[in-house]
């Protein structure tokens, strides 16, 4: 009788965990949907060649969608 109230109470966290992993996940393919877009947006306005930064290896484009990527 113990063993099956604990497994009970022991496993009862098990879907706010699912729910959580699912809302994370979620929201990181939203971050990144969203970092693609910002990049793709300032690749169309040719931002790096208008501040004249063409030869560094991390462009403006890049900086700039990662940022909006970590926000």
Do not use: C
């Amino acid at each position: 009788m113990f063993d099956q109230y604990y497994w009970r109470d022991s496993l009862s966290f098990l879907p706010e965990i699912l729910i959580g992993l699912v809302v994370l996940m979620i929201g990181f393919f939203i971050a990144k949907l969203l970092e693609n877009m910002t990049y793709k947006l300032l690749r169309k306005f040719h931002v790096n060649e208008r501040l004249g930064n063409t030869k560094s290896k991390w462009t403006v484009e890049k900086i700039i969608s990662k940022v909006n990527f970590l926000l």
